[in-house]
Each structure stands twice: as C-alpha cells, then as structure tokens.
C-alpha cells in the first residue's frame, strides 16, 4: 500500500449484477454441431464439451464439477500439478447437469447445499460463473483457475517465482536477493480492481471479478488474487476468505464472475461490475438468483464536513449482502444501485476510517434517496485541535515508514527500512520516520521525543493511538519520561489469523486513549518529554510473529 493508493481517487462502480429469482427450466440437451467452432456441446464420456461458436472450447467433468479444460485457440491453458479448476480444491464428487437455452448454454453442478454453475454465450470467448454456497459445509469459498505452467511468465509481489526458500509457514517465500513473494501480496483492495491476470504476446487470460455482494470484509478487504509457481499459475475470486477477516461469513448466490480470454488487452469493460447485465440469465433457474427489477438503489445528494485531501467511499452492510460506491470529489454525490431489498447499515469512510453511519432501507425497484448527509466534525479524529500529530486520521498506516511495502512484501523484506529507530516532534520527519507496525519482539519500546511549553506543560493531556488492527492481541502501553506508566489497555476485537505479515493491515480500527496526568511531564520547556511506545500482550510467537499492530495516527491533544 503506497500513499497514493489510499489518496488518490480509485475507479469505483455501483453494481447492477445479480440474479434473478428466474424458474423457467433450461432447454434439453441439442445434437453435436457438425461443424467445428460452433456454439453448441457435446459429451465424451467423461466431460461436458463446450465451443463457444468463438475461440474458446472448455471442458467440464461430469462427475465432480471441476473445469478440465481451457483451450483457447488451440491452446490448452488449463492444468498445473496434475489439478483441475475448481471452487476450493475440489468438491469430489457432484451431481452434474447441461442444457441449452437459445444462445446460452448452462452447467449446473450440485454437491450437498453447495450449487456452481457455468455459462457459455454464443460468440463469446467468457465462461460466466456463479456460486450460491448455503451454510459452512464448504469451509471458505473461493474460485481457482489452474494454468498451465509456462504459458504465462511474471515476478510480480504475488508470484512464488520459483523458489522453495520458505521463511512463514508454507505461503510466504524467499528470493536469493532477499526479495520475498506469497500469494497473500495482491497489492489491491477489492475496491481497486476489476479484473485480475495475465497477458502474454496476443493472449490475455482473466478472471473479472463479481461484485461480491455475498462476500465479507468490504470494501478495503485484500485476499488472495493470483500466484505464479515453477509447476504453473492460479488465478482467484475469493468469495469467502477467514485470513485477516473482519466479518461473518454471508451465504447465498455469488456472481456472475468471469474467466475472460482476449487478443492480449484488458477484458472488456463490458464484463466489469457494474457494468455487467445479465438479463440474458434471468430465465435459467439459478438457484438464488434476483435480476435487476428485484433490486434497489440508493442514492446521496452529498456529504458535507468531507476533508477534501481524501477520497470518501460509503458502504451498505448487513447480514445478508454488502455493497459500495465512491462520493462524487465535488460534492459527496453517491449512487450505489443492484442492491438486495432489505434494511442496511450505511458508513461513510474517510479514506479507511469509518466516520459516520446511518440505517437505510432498500426496496425492490425503487431509490432510496439520502438528504445531504453532514459528517460531525467530531466524528473525524483528525478535527480536534493537537499539540502534535504523527500522521493523519485515515484508517490506514499510510504515510508511515514501510507503509508503502507491507500490502505486496514480508517485514523481513531487503527492502523495508530498519523497523527501529526514534522520532523527533518538529524535525518534519516525524511521519515518515515511525514504523507502521510494532511488534513485541521487533520494535517495541519506541521513542517520541517532543517540547511543551510551559502552560501545555502544567496540566493533564489526552494522548491517542489509532491502530488499524492486531495480531495476537498486541496493543500500546506507554511510558513518559520513564516516571508515568499507563495501566495496559484491554485488547479490542481484532481477527485472529496472520495479518501483518501476509499483507493486510485492514481490521477492526480503534482508538486507544490515554489520560497523561500533569505531573508527568517536564517543567523544564528547553528540554525533550519522552514517550516510549511498547507492545503488550502474552500471546504471539517470536520476530514478526509475536504480537504487534498497525498504526493509522498517534496525537498528544490540547
């Protein structure tokens, strides 16, 4: 996560996919097509063939569901390690359906509460996707496509790039320059990407994600999106994902998402969310599908009280769906439609940094219209008046040393500056210079050297520290001028899987908030009051593993 990813404005779509609640029952099975590359599907015993009438022909098992074959021009791109694609790492055995209906021609596949469907249109080089997952008989939920090794070459943050030098569990990887790669680095948020893979010369390879409206963690979740290894490549659409989540798992129909083949461009925007309509699919009987007439929108006339050097997104959130749109950089304007009837939280966030919510209510086909919303001004932490300040109110740690790397590289990474060293108030590099993250065992105990004046000095202050999320349970205690010590803070709810050294410092935001007594601090003005910063917690291993947490601001206040 670099500065710029979280300040500049980021291509955002409202989303109109989703599925209709179609009955009518497909067509029966049709006869082979005597001519080569036209659209229609034949049988070979063990899996149904699909052309597409275009470029691409996809084979899929009839007795487990899983993708066995993509060939795309006569190529066959499908395959690494001997694996097929699949939801998970396969379901095993399914019961599995074809049929025809005009121009589409869908597969059903079926395993306990589990359905998956593909679709093929006439003339389209897509295989559309759907999954409606019912209950936790399918641990997490997530679509991988297996390619074939060597058709697609690259070194990006989330590669493996050939090399066994594992250094965290089995998923976090050394290269010989003291570079690390894991498939966790996707770099990207959901809300900053639209589709995820791979060109080589005229051949682009795709998967065009959903609007993951069934998915969990909103809209600033990061999740596994490709990897690339000596034995061939993966490309995702996380659907539900436990690591480093913030909420619970929802259920229900997921999709259409999209394994698009090009010339060697980006899929086309048509396929984007947002952008994508699906009315062809209304009639198909999809289990859980709502088309477009059975679903809202909502819509703000504007957010006052918006910090104009941040991007501002507002989320709908309940139990059963979730969706987002960006406010408008004039005058806060939002519109977020294909949205599920029902009764949602909205959030406005300030970059990360939740700063206002409200109930909404959807209705199908209809607009729920927002009066202009005004954002407190004491919602926004960054609104009251401080003595200092390290880094703004964002939610996120960006603008902190190392910030810029943590979402694409492991903490141990050549390239991350010393995880130590102290801060000066007043040296103009008091930002840049603190860590995003501490640890217990890296780089606890942290220095902030700073001056009060002789009135700042003579009474009581409130110090904050903003954190973005923890990993076992690590938060600040502090120390000032080695003579007051605060009590140890109770940890909030974080979640309690890997996060810092897996690329996510999204979590639960918190404040913690210390009352320094006016005793504590120095009376001599020419001289440096000291804050040491340290990290509690009885959980955690050792080094990166032991307990630590993200910082979003810290501030001494008047």
């Not at 980021?10 to 497909?26: C, I």
């Not at 590669?159 to 570079?179: C, M, P």
């Not at 020419?526 to 307990?547: F, H």
Request: glycine fraction near 10%.
């Amino acid at each position: 996560m670099s500065g710029s990813d979280n300040h500049r404005p980021v291509r955002r779509r409202t989303f109109v996919l989703g599925a209709a609640a179609g009955s009518a029952a497909l067509a029966g099975p049709l006869a082979v097509p005597a001519t080569a590359a036209a659209f229609g599907y034949s049988d070979d015993g063990s899996n149904y063939v699909v052309d597409s009438g275009a470029a691409l022909v996809f084979k899929v098992s009839k007795t487990t569901g899983d993708l066995t074959s993509l060939i795309y021009r006569g190529t066959e791109y499908q395959g690494y390690g001997g694996m097929n694609s699949h939801i998970e790492s396969g379901l095993g055995s399914s019961t599995v359906t074809i049929a025809r209906s005009g121009s589409t021609i869908l597969i059903s596949v079926t395993h306990g509460t589990l359905k998956h469907y593909y679709a093929a249109r006439s003339g389209e080089n897509n295989v559309y996707m759907w999954t409606n997952k019912a209950d936790t008989s399918v641990s997490a939920t997530r679509y991988i496509v297996r390619v074939k090794a060597g058709r697609f070459l690259n070194d990006e943050p989330d590669s493996y790039t050939y090399t066994t030098s594992t250094i965290e569990a089995s998923d976090v990887f050394a290269k010989s320059d003291g570079q690390t790669r894991s498939k966790h680095y996707s770099r990207l948020r959901v809300i900053d990407y639209d589709y995820i893979g791979w060109t080589a010369g005229n051949v682009g390879l795709w998967i065009v994600r959903s609007n993951h409206e069934k998915a969990s963690g909103g809209p600033f979740y990061r999740s596994l999106l490709r990897h690339q290894s000596a034995d061939g490549g993966g490309l995702y659409e996380i659907l539900y994902y436990g690591q480093n989540q913030t909420e619970e798992q929802r259920f229900g129909l997921q999709g259409p998402y999209v394994i698009a083949f090009t010339d060697g461009g980006a899929p086309s925007s048509s396929l984007f969310p947002g952008n994508l309509t699906t009315s062809w699919a209304d009639s198909l009987g999809i289990s859980g599908y709502v088309g477009a007439s059975g679903r809202g929108r909502v819509a703000g006339v504007g957010i006052t009280g918006r910090d104009a050097a941040y991007p501002y997104t507002v989320g709908l959130a309940n139990a059963a769906a979730q969706y987002w749109g960006s406010a408008r950089l004039s005058d806060g304007y939002f519109s977020i439609a294909g949205v599920l009837p029902g009764t949602y939280t909205l959030t406005v966030h300030k970059s990360e940094l939740a700063v206002y919510n409200t109930q909404v209510t959807v209705s199908a086909g209809g607009t729920t219209t927002l009066n202009s919303i005004a954002v407190p001004s004491s919602n926004d932490p960054s609104n009251a008046s401080a003595i200092w300040r390290i880094n703004d109110w964002t939610g996120t740690p960006s603008g902190f040393k190392n910030a810029d790397l943590m979402t694409y590289a492991h903490p141990s990474d050549v390239r991350a500056s010393a995880w130590t060293g102290n801060v000066v108030i007043g040296s103009g590099s008091q930002t840049s210079a603190f860590p995003c993250y501490i640890w217990k065992d890296v780089n606890s105990g942290l220095l902030v050297y700073f001056k009060l004046t002789a009135a700042q000095a003579a009474s009581a202050h409130t110090l904050r520290i903003g954190v973005t999320t923890a990993y076992a349970n690590g938060r600040p205690q502090v120390v000032v001028n080695d003579t007051w010590t605060s009590a140890i803070p109770s940890p909030p709810t974080q979640p309690n899987t890997r996060s810092l050294t897996n690329g996510s410092y999204r979590g639960n935001n918190h404040t913690f908030s210390y009352s320094v007594p006016a005793s504590a601090w120095l009376t001599d003005t020419s001289r440096y009051n000291v804050l040491k910063i340290n990290v509690v917690s009885g959980s955690g291993s050792t080094s990166y593993l032991s307990a630590g947490t993200s910082i979003d601001a810290i501030d001494l206040l008047n």
